[in-house]
């Protein structure tokens, strides 16, 4: 887990794209991480989405370049935010190190799309709505937290050489399709069913689920339960 509370940086730029509560189909957040270190707070903001970026140069130049983009687009009523991070910088062969700190809306519902290459990132969606995550990672570090607010939530995941962890709560059952090569498979609480694929005990029978497909080459993979609250039934959607 991230925690940039640790760290020293040369400058922080913080931007939000305002909630609007009249829009209320499910909102698409796409991340291209490039180089950087990617954090999704839990805690939730009054923004539909804040954005803090911090960066870390060696370099005496106050205001140093950046690659970064954002895009936000509303179509037919649905929200699609783009967020490109590029590479790493380097000025006059100083490197800029770039780490962000993402918070969303608790009350919209999220489907998010993270490609990451030689990047980290760090996922707490334990307190949104989340209809479904894809992470698309080459040599990357991936940490990836669920809660259970949502009736169903899908999780694509496809790496390379990488390390990917998911935390889910034990009150939602949870079905893996795993597809890897070369991998360390840790599965804590599951039982194989059949032929690589893997569920949680009364996983039927679970108000709340989480399908999970994995694909992966030299990877470690740790799949792993935690105690959490059952919700009522106001609180999760379909």
């Known amino acids: ?126 307190d949104y709505k989340i209809q479904s995550v894809s992470l698309e990672s080459g040599a990357s570090s991936v940490y990836l937290k669920l809660g259970n607010k949502q009736e169903i939530t899908k999780v694509e995941f496809e790496g390379g050489m990488s390390t990917f962890t998911a935390e889910i709560p034990e009150s939602a059952g949870c079905r893996i399709h795993n597809e890897s090569g070369l991998s360390a498979n840790d599965f804590e609480g599951f039982s194989e069913i059949s032929e690589n694929v893997y569920e949680t005990p009364g996983y039927a029978k679970a108000k709340q689920k989480i399908e999970m497909n994995i694909e992966s080459g030299v990877s470690t993979i740790k799949v792993k339960r935690y105690k959490d609250i059952v919700p009522n039934k106001e609180s999760v959607k379909m």
Not at 12 to 21: E, F, M, N, Q, R
Not at 77 to 93: A, M, S, V, Y
């Open 1 to 126: 887990i991230i925690d940039n509370k640790e760290q020293s940086y040369n400058k922080v730029d913080t931007l939000s794209i305002p909630y609007d509560s009249t829009i209320v189909k499910p909102a698409n957040l796409n991340i291209d991480a490039g180089a950087a270190v990617i954090s999704i707070k839990g805690g939730g903001t009054d923004h539909l989405l804040m954005l803090k970026r911090y960066i870390n140069s060696d370099s005496s130049e106050k205001d140093p370049k950046s690659t970064f983009k954002i895009l936000n687009k509303i179509f037919d009523g649905t929200h699609t935010i783009d967020l490109e991070f590029g590479t790493d910088i380097e000025i006059f062969k100083h490197n800029v190190l770039q780490t962000s700190e993402i918070s969303l809306h608790p009350n919209t519902l999220w489907n998010i799309n993270l490609q990451g290459g030689a990047s980290m990132s760090s996922l707490d969606l334990s």
